[in-house]
């Protein structure tokens, strides 16, 4: 098993490193020190009893890693599903440390990322963020902290501003996607933001890319490469999580016109390329079955 997770490595870091060189944007992590990226540092997280940097991506699995990280500081003896507060309570972020301590570790830790098919992460986010069925809260707090984010995508309903605002639940599919669709680059919510802008592997040697399709496994191979394996391992889903079932993904994908899927799809084109994922699954009109493009 270690031998095939090895081998799926070069593969998917070879893609990377032919993505990046075509895109010309492949420094090393001193240029990544200079230039200060502020969003990377806020993302990866320290644990310096194993030597660990991990770069969270929402929807990839990243509140059970959090976890896992949590357990790894001794805050926790196991990581369970308990709740837990997202913005304190899984370690350290590296935008904490000083430049030289960023660089030292950034060179000597070992270093890792989870990506998830692109459509189907921004389908998860919608899923959670917004339908009646999803996880997020829906109460006074969750209204307040999305109040904007709510009247962004509302924009453009008629008559808007003439009724009462909708609630982050009454946000549709259509009216999520075109939202999407309006936003400038740098300015997308980290839950549908392109995992590459998130994390950088152009510019951050990542020793290992997970994917989430294999994340069980992949995330207990990572914990024995660092050791930790004997205290903690990467919490099995609960009974309870369905997740977002792929058919589900491709019927919501299917409710968008032609020229919606080509633009959607070109947002997240450099995810698709870096890691390996195939666009072509996803049909572009009504009659295609997924492989033109």
């Known amino acids: 098993m270690t031998v095939h997770l090895q081998l799926l490595q070069r593969k998917r870091h070879s893609k990377v490193l ?8 492949r420094q090393p992590d001193v240029r990544l020190i200079q230039s200060q990226r502020k969003n990377v540092f806020k993302h ?20 059970n890693w959090k ?15 308990q709740p837990f507060d997202h913005a304190t309570d899984f370690g350290t972020p590296l935008s904490k440390y000083s430049k030289e301590e960023k660089l030292q570790r950034l ?13 189907t992460r921004l389908v998860s986010a919608y899923i959670d963020k917004f339908h009646p069925n999803g996880t997020a809260p829906h109460d006074t707090a969750y209204y307040k902290y999305y109040a904007k984010l709510f009247s962004d995508i509302q924009v ?45 592997p152009c510019l951050v040697n990542y020793d290992f890319i997970g994917h989430y399709e294999d994340l069980s496994e992949e995330a207990n191979y990572i914990l024995r490469q660092v050791k930790a394996d004997e205290r903690v391992a990467y919490p099995p889903r609960q009974k309870y999580y369905q997740g977002t ?24 084109d450099n995810s698709y390329t870096l890691f390996d994922y195939d666009k072509k699954r996803w049909p572009l009109n009504d009659n295609d079955d997924g492989d033109a493009q």
Not at 107 to 119: N, Q, S
Request: charged share 30%; with cysteine; hydrophobic share 35%.
């Open 156 to 200: 453009h309903r008629e008559p808007y501003g003439k009724k009462k605002k909708g609630k982050g639940s009454d946000v549709a599919w259509e009216e999520f996607v075109q939202y999407i669709l309006r936003l400038k680059a740098g300015t997308f919510n980290q839950h549908w933001q392109p995992m590459e802008e998130l994390c950088q």
């Open 18 to 25: 032919k993505a990046c060189r075509h895109q010309q944007i």
């Open 107 to 119: 060179k000597t830790y070992y270093k890792f990322m989870f990506v998830r098919e692109p459509i």
């Open 67 to 81: 976890k896992v990280f949590k357990a790894l500081d001794e805050r926790d003896a196991w990581p369970g599903c």
């Open 245 to 268: 079932p792929q058919s589900l993904a491709e019927g919501m994908f299917g409710e968008l016109n032609s020229s919606v899927r080509r633009q959607l799809l070109d947002i997240y």
């Open 44 to 63: 990866i997280i320290v644990n310096e009893k194993h030597k660990i940097l991990y770069c969270f991506v929402p929807k990839v699995g990243c509140t």
